[in-house]
């Protein structure tokens, strides 16, 4: 699996479980969601992803 595909599932993930935890468990559960959105949304421009670094820094 590439590191693209790994990124994409890890966010996938995070944005499923905070939408689970904000409906079921607290509504402040959302702002994960927005913060793996918006941390979507900047790397979309500055080709830099946190995730990405540490999947590298792993040996993904």
Do not use: D, H
Request: glycine fraction near 6%.
């Amino acid at each position: 699996m590439t590191i693209e595909r790994y990124l994409r599932l890890i966010a996938g993930f995070f944005v499923m479980l905070s939408v689970a935890l904000g409906y079921w468990v607290n509504p402040a559960w959302f702002l994960f969601t927005a913060f793996v959105g918006l941390n979507l949304f900047q790397s979309a421009f500055t080709n830099w992803c946190p995730m990405m670094t540490l999947l590298r820094k792993v040996g993904v």
